[in-house]
């Protein structure tokens, strides 16, 4: 269902095979060469060696292989060879979370290296008959691995994708860790959460504020030839420095609106903030979730699955003033629905076709307008794909032990990320696809299809309806990992996905200055709150 051609799925499965066997004929044709060197190196020696018995010497010599071993007939080398066959297929296996067959081939692993280790004890070779049902046993799981699309192209990428992501996994350790102190010292968001209640009082004391609000957004808000961005956000600052560079880089400024959406604590400041500050005179309009009447329990499953637990939590938490401490203002809740607004833009923006969604922790650096005229295909999401460098690809998020999802999607199928999309939502109305969305969330109530996030619901809903956008136009990685300084300059959107946001004090160094640049830190509210 739903799917693209291969060729757009998987890209880079025709690719590797040439690779590989290139990289092989050059291995083929080095070691030839070496041994051709060798031989004229030592005349004399070639009258005493033929040169097959020579080579054979030479690979003894080197990698400990005995007769038992280059025998075509020898149980153990078949067992060996099954063995560090299995070795590598377990990897991929745990690495799809197939656990089941997982523990099938380590098990079937651990009563071969038995089998070996009791020959060897007793000095003798297996015999066939005694290894007959440990090889046949061992050729119908590796068989299997085979039906699983675990080949040798998939392999490689896989065990790549283990190797890189164990190097983030390093670097986001030493990242944390060295700045760890410095988190517990200074509660950074302080200085956020004084922002928003200094912008809250400015906005309910100045009357001429929430006027020139109202004149400055009135017109393009709904005018299709515009180019309208969403950012779903309960951070001033951060969606400041969105509005501010994505301004600051336009060419048409006139013609850029943005629509944020925010929940009702940070409502009035947000509004104070874009109508104190202009940017470049683009548009910018802020609603509160708490508006969208249709968002509630009986049309959003989120919602309806939140609701017990929330309920609770309600309780627990003895939620009811509006002094809000600054742990609630990030009230998970919200956080949560506003994250998942991103499945419901077409019904945030009624009379929208195609709308821009940025998210918050990233800034610009280039002119989007091209952006609103790629051609989509008649794709409804337009992302970057992000298998290529990371080798993120859809069995990394997803349950592949569930039927519901081996059934209906690749497992090779590439990722792709949130941050920068370009949405089209006319296609969207007309393919239901916030139906598709309520469909896969419905089927997650008991969350085995995946366990949190945005990402993974969002693979499901939009399988084969992204249309793969150039990389340049969304450049991930800022907030966790080292990124290519050239992706960077490149780059259009640069995304500081990860936990080292630039207006934390984690925030990595060398890209804070890339996001600082559009924040102005002499501003007297930014002053006052000691932001710096
Ligand atoms: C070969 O085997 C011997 C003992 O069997 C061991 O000492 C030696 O390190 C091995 N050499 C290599 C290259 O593995
Ligand atoms: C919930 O949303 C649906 C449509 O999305 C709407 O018809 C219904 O009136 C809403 N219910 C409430 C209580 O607002
Ligand atoms: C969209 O999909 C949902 C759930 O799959 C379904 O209930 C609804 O009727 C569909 N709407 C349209 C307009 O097809
Ligand atoms: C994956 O799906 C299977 C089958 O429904 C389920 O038994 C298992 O618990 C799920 N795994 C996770 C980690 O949720
Ligand atoms: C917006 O960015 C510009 C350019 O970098 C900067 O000079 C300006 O101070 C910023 N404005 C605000 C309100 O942050």
Redesign the pocket.
């Known amino acids: 269902m739903r799917r693209r051609g291969s060729e757009f799925r998987r890209p880079s499965r025709r690719r590797i095979p040439n690779v590989f066997l290139l990289t092989l004929c050059g291995l083929l044709i080095l070691l030839f060469i070496v041994l051709l060197s060798r031989e004229n190196r030592n005349p004399t020696s070639r009258s005493v060696y033929n040169k097959r018995s020579y080579q054979h010497e030479k690979f003894i010599e080197g990698l400990n292989i005995t007769d038992e071993m280059l025998s075509p007939n020898s149980v153990t080398r078949q067992l060996n060879d099954q063995i560090s066959l299995a070795k590598a297929f377990l990897v991929i296996a745990k690495e799809s979370n197939n656990l089941q067959f997982a523990w099938d081939l380590s098990a079937q692993i651990r009563n071969s290296q038995v089998l070996l280790s009791n020959a060897a004890l007793r000095r003798t070779p297996l015999t066939t008959t005694e290894s007959e049902t440990a090889i046949r046993d061992m050729a119908l799981l590796l068989f299997q691995a085979q039906q699983f699309h675990y080949d040798s192209a998939t392999m490689i990428m896989r065990l790549k994708a283990k190797i890189q992501g164990l190097e983030e996994q390093v670097h986001s350790i030493t990242e944390k860790s060295s700045k760890y102190g410095q988190i517990a010292a200074e509660e950074v968001p302080k200085s956020l959460y004084c922002l928003g209640v200094r912008l809250t009082s400015e906005w309910s004391k100045n009357a001429n504020l929430q006027k020139k609000f109202k004149e400055k957004t009135a017109s393009k808000l709904e005018d299709n030839n515009a180019y309208h961005f969403c950012i779903f956000s309960d951070n001033i600052l951060a969606t400041s420095v969105v509005v501010n560079s994505t301004a600051t880089n336009s060419k048409n400024p006139d013609k850029v609106v943005f629509h944020l959406i925010t929940d009702k604590v940070n409502y009035a400041a947000m509004r104070a903030w874009f109508t104190i500050n202009n940017f470049k005179g683009v548009t910018v309009n802020v609603q509160k979730i708490e508006d969208f009447h249709w968002l509630n329990a009986s049309y959003v499953p989120v919602l309806k699955q939140l609701q017990d637990s929330e309920t609770q939590n309600y309780y627990f938490s003895g939620n009811g003033g509006d002094k809000q401490t600054p742990i609630k203002f990030r009230n998970p809740k919200y956080l949560s629905m506003l994250n998942h607004l991103r499945f419901y833009i077409p019904e945030v923006f009624p009379s929208l076709k195609k709308v821009v969604f940025l998210d918050d922790d990233v800034v610009v650096q280039k002119d989007l307008s091209d952006l609103f005229s790629i051609d989509m295909n008649g794709n409804v999401n337009g992302a970057v794909e992000t298998c290529m460098e990371t080798f993120h690809r859809y069995h990394k998020y997803l349950n592949y032990s569930h039927p519901l999802i081996r059934e209906h999607f690749d497992p090779d199928a590439c990722g792709w990320a949130f941050g920068m999309n370009v949405f089209d939502l006319v296609e969207w109305?007309r393919r239901?696809v916030?139906?598709?969305y309520?469909?896969w969330q419905e089927k997650n109530v008991d969350r085995t299809l995946w366990k949190l996030g945005t990402l993974p619901p969002g693979l499901l809903t939009f399988y084969g309806l992204t249309e793969p956008l150039d990389p340049s136009w969304h450049v991930l990685g800022l907030g966790y990992t080292n990124v290519d300084p050239k992706l960077i300059e490149k780059g259009a959107v640069l995304h500081y996905n990860g936990n080292s946001k630039p207006w934390l004090k984690i925030g990595m160094e060398k890209y804070k200055s890339l996001w600082d640049k559009y924040v102005d830190y002499r501003h007297p509210l930014l002053q006052q709150c000691n932001v710096h």
């Open positions: 109305r239901n916030t139906g598709i309520h469909y």
